[in-house]
């Protein structure tokens, strides 16, 4: 599960950074192409978010964190 997050804020963070680019180019149908990727992907990264950890988090006991 950790290694898939990690894989996911990867390809996050390129997608910004392909974005914040595009912003600096006059193709305004490439950006919004390139808008509409990265919120899909992040829309998809949330969901597995939401999915896999919160259930994980909510069992774990949060005494248990601290002594760490």
């Keep these: 599960m950790v290694e898939r997050l990690r894989r996911e804020h990867g390809v996050v963070a390129a997608a910004l ?8 180019s006059a193709d305004a ?3 919004r192409t ?3 990727r990265l919120a899909n992907e992040l829309e998809t990264h949330f969901r597995h978010e939401e999915d896999e950890l919160v259930a ?3 069992a774990t006991d949060p005494a248990a964190l601290r002594q760490r």
Aim: charged fraction near 30%.
């Design 17 to 24: 950074a392909e974005l914040h680019q595009l912003l600096n």
């Design 29 to 31: 149908a490439r950006e």
């Design 34 to 36: 390139e808008f509409d």
């Design 56 to 58: 994980t988090l909510n």
